[in-house]
């Protein structure tokens, strides 16, 4: 007698699991050494502005054939230190994103990609500020020299090095990165002070009403107080899907461009923090996606306001340069997703999302989730609560090659926005993220 094979079941471990995107996608081989040299962070458009910015005063310097009068070293030193704060300009820098993204995507992608680093424009901050000390500092040595300088004005000159040396030392990014709130504090009371003492230099060497320094220093007080006078305290409806993360509604006439940023606070001369606007096409108003990433937003979180204060305009951000782009891939983690939603919402360029989160229904709530799926049925949501956390570099690139996206924009913490951006650009793929420079 015969019996039927009986049938195996297999055991759980011995189950294959499901395949999971990008699984099985190699990653790109780097592009030649020169290339990679170039597209390291060091090497990035932030600092080779402000190298550039040094050597432009460095030919000017070489061009004097020494060290200028006084009067020149003084104009030197106003002129940069104009340009660290005229760049800061929210209408400036707006003016620098469209004028980058102005380039059709018919343009070769070489030109493209590097038009598409105009978010590194804080260079020309920090070339401008470093520069305009040092011309200071010549100055005052200069003046300290001569016999017919008053005591009034040595005075003012060395109280003026005392307040730039300290505002320099504490924008470096060990001081910035670990007492940011210290830095704002120091950078913005500091500033004020420093402009009223270059006003007080300025007027003790002004030969008359004409004085070019006069006028500079009327276009820098301008620039300064251009944001606070649209300084005013709003309405906002606050929602909390979860513990995480807070959904701030505005509607007090507003309707900010997609892509921009609204800078908000709850105690105007202490503290401000920026969140991507998230406006609804067709309707009035915007929100702000916040999640829990430190005391302030912790507060904000657990102690909802009523009213915020809010200042300035509108100014653009990092995602704006997907214009310069056929097609782009959005990758977010967590929060990250609030700067991308404006962009997909708007559709105004092909796109792809992948987003890594942890349980983004229960941490963001359904109606929010439903509302990205809605314009994004194809994104690549993964939950690092289920799965892990991913390979965000293979996962952009899969995504990338499969949707043949132009480039790839990524929206996170500092530390995997460079190792995406990196991770990209030296396998010869235009990669986009914040830099943190402020």
């Not at 090497?43 to 310097?61: D, E, I, K, Q």
């Not at 009067?71 to 940069?80: D, E, H, K, M, P």
């Not at 060395?158 to 910035?176: E, H, K, N, S």
């Not at 702000?288 to 009213?307: E, K, Y």
């Amino acid at each position: 007698m015969t019996t039927s094979p009986s049938v195996r079941r297999p055991l759980p471990q011995e189950t294959t699991p499901a395949p999971k995107f990008g699984d099985g996608v190699r990653l790109p081989p780097l592009t030649s050494w020169p290339r990679r040299t170039l597209k390291h962070p060091r090497l990035m458009h932030y600092n080779r502005l402000a190298a550039g910015v040094l050597a432009a005063n460095l030919v000017f310097l070489a061009g004097a054939g020494g060290l200028p009068d006084p009067r020149t070293l003084g104009y030197a030193a106003l002129a940069n230190l104009a340009l660290a704060v005229v760049v800061r300009q929210q209408y400036v820098i707006n003016s620098f994103f469209r004028l980058a993204t102005w380039a059709p995507v018919s343009w070769p992608l070489k030109v493209r990609w590097t038009l598409g680093k105009v978010y590194h424009f804080g260079g020309l901050h920090v070339g401008g500020a470093l520069a305009g000390t040092l011309w200071f500092l010549a100055l005052t040595a200069s003046l300290t020299t001569a016999a017919d300088t008053s005591a009034g004005l040595l005075a003012v000159s060395y109280a003026l090095i005392a307040l730039l040396t300290g505002i320099v030392a504490t924008a470096l990014p060990p001081f910035r990165s670990r007492f940011h709130d210290h830095f704002e504090k120091i950078h913005r009371f500091g500033g004020w002070a420093a402009l009223l003492l270059f006003w007080a230099h300025t007027l003790l060497l002004a030969r008359g009403p004409g004085e070019a320094g006069i006028w500079i220093l009327a276009l820098v007080t301008f620039s300064v107080a251009l944001p606070w006078l649209r300084l005013r305290k709003v309405d906002v409806a606050i929602e909390r899907p979860s513990s995480h993360v807070a959904l701030a509604r505005f509607d007090h006439g507003v309707t900010p461009f997609a892509g921009s940023s609204t800078a908000i606070s709850r105690s105007p001369l202490k503290e401000w923090h920026s969140f991507a606007n998230v406006p609804s096409p067709g309707r009035p108003g915007f929100r702000l996606t916040i999640s829990r990433a430190g005391d302030w937003t912790g507060s904000f979180i657990d102690d909802v306001p009523s009213r915020v204060w809010v200042k300035g305009i509108t100014t653009a951000g990092v995602a704006n340069i997907e214009t310069l782009f056929s097609k782009v891939i959005y990758v977010a983690t967590g929060s990250g997703i609030g700067p991308c939603l404006p962009h997909l919402l708007a559709a105004e360029v092909p796109s792809r999302l992948v987003w890594a989160t942890r349980d983004p229904r229960k941490t963001y709530g359904d109606q929010l989730v439903d509302e990205i799926l809605a314009v994004q049925p194809d994104a690549v949501v993964w939950d690092t609560g289920k799965d892990g956390k991913p390979d965000m570099v293979r996962l952009a690139y899969a995504a990338y090659r499969e949707f043949g996206a132009e480039a790839v924009i990524c929206i996170s913490n500092k530390k995997l926005t460079w190792q995406v951006v990196h991770g990209l650009e030296r396998r010869g793929i235009p990669a986009y993220g914040a830099i943190w420079d402020s």
